[in-house]
Nanobody, 121 residues
């Protein structure tokens, strides 16, 4: 099992950048695929990005491709989401998750509490 804690959310103007971090507890972090999801009010949860255990493979939703970058540091038990060129439609609560398949949103089992990202126009 792994516990996840997100940080780095906040308020930013359109076109700006934010970097989210997700710190994981436990010795098995490097064995998990990691992902970032988001959920805006009144909308379904969206799978934004995923990364495999080594960092060698990544997945991005079309809505963020070319603007967001997922990365991980297994020595620090941390996964990151660098978000550039932010748009108002990126406003959501962002969740970090751990699972067994970096490209399959249904394979994530452990979740953080979420961090709010608000992009003003």
């Amino acid at each position: 099992q792994v516990q996840l804690v997100e940080s780095g959310g906040g308020l930013v103007q359109a076109g700006g950048s934010l970097r989210l971090s997700c710190a994981a507890s436990g010795r098995t972090f490097s064995t998990y695929a990691m992902g970032w999801f988001r959920q805006a009010p009144g909308k379904e949860r969206e799978f934004v990005a995923g990364i495999n255990w080594s960092g060698g493979y990544t997945y991005y939703a079309d809505s963020v491709k070319g603007r967001f970058t997922i990365a991980r540091d297994n020595a620090k038990n941390t996964v990151y989401l660098q978000m550039n060129s932010l748009k108002p439609e990126d406003t959501a609560v962002y969740y970090c998750a751990a699972g067994s398949d970096y490209s399959d949103p249904g394979r994530f089992r452990y979740w953080g509490q979420g961090t709010q990202v608000t992009v003003s126009s």
